[in-house]
């Protein structure tokens, strides 16, 4: 169960969160727990966690290992303070920052050979799904993406699927629109990465979770856990969802 904070928190408000989250999960064995909150609350967020089994994500991470890329942040510092994954990907940084699947892959690559986990966004927008494009777009960001690692890199690597209209909308897919695009995914993981690569490999929704709709979505056998934007915002209410 991953949060993406986003744009939101400094790090005074990111020790006060994990001061009233941390009890509330601290039984939570079922799953793995990730905060990604903005790179300026990374440290502050591995040391109020340390001790919890809750793990640390970026929400980004940059392709080159450093140089003249003004305003990014690079694997090692990643690292450095202590955070474990990084969001590539997501669909905000493909609409907003010119994010391409080639760029994905290349983030994606600097992400495991800093030896973060990354957790690789795909997912279709509005009017891709109105015009029976959402198999093709997703099949379309896994080859030009994903496809393009190792079978020891993809063994390192957490997929999400969000469709690009349930984000922030409040429109969540309903659980069969959900496991039929998990289903695509790991079908394309399965083509190219082998039957054992697919069973393992988990896939997490994302796209309006809240604590009211989490459990019918996690009911679904090809949804392996979330990622929580607006609703992990909140202590209890990610809470929540984490003990669904
Ligand atoms: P949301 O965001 O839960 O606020 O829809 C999900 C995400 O973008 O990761």
Not at 104 to 127: D, H, S
Not at 165 to 175: N, R, S, V
Request: proline residues 4%; charged residues 20%.
């Amino acid at each position: 169960m991953a949060g993406n904070w986003k744009m939101y928190k400094t790090p005074a408000e990111t020790t006060a969160f994990f001061e009233k989250f941390r009890p509330l999960v601290e039984k939570s064995e079922h799953c793995e727990i990730v905060i990604c909150p903005p790179f300026t609350n990374l440290a502050a967020a591995v040391i109020a966690a340390q001790g919890s089994p809750i793990r640390v994500g970026a929400q980004n991470i940059a392709w080159a290992k450093e140089g003249a890329f003004t305003g990014e942040i690079s694997g090692a510092m990643i690292v450095a303070t202590g955070a474990t994954y990084a969001i590539v990907g997501h669909s905000e940084r493909r609409q907003y920052f010119g994010e391409t699947d080639a760029t994905v892959l290349k983030r994606t690559e600097a992400a495991l050979a800093a030896g973060l986990t990354p957790i690789v966004c795909v997912g279709e927008r509005l009017e891709e799904r109105e015009s029976g494009n959402t198999e093709a777009v997703l099949v379309r960001q896994f080859q030009d993406g994903i496809a393009g690692l190792s079978d020891a890199q993809f063994a390192g690597i957490v997929i999400a699927y969000e469709p690009v209209w349930a984000i922030g909308t409040g429109k969540t897919a309903t659980p069969e629109i959900a496991a039929d695009a998990h289903r695509v995914i790991r079908h394309e993981v399965r083509a190219k990465f082998g039957k054992e690569a697919a069973d393992a490999v988990r896939i997490l929704y994302g796209g309006s979770v809240k604590p009211d709709n989490v459990k019918t979505l996690m009911a679904q056998p090809e949804i392996d856990g979330s990622l929580v934007g607006g609703a992990s915002l909140d202590a209890v209410s990610f809470a929540a969802i984490v003990n669904f």
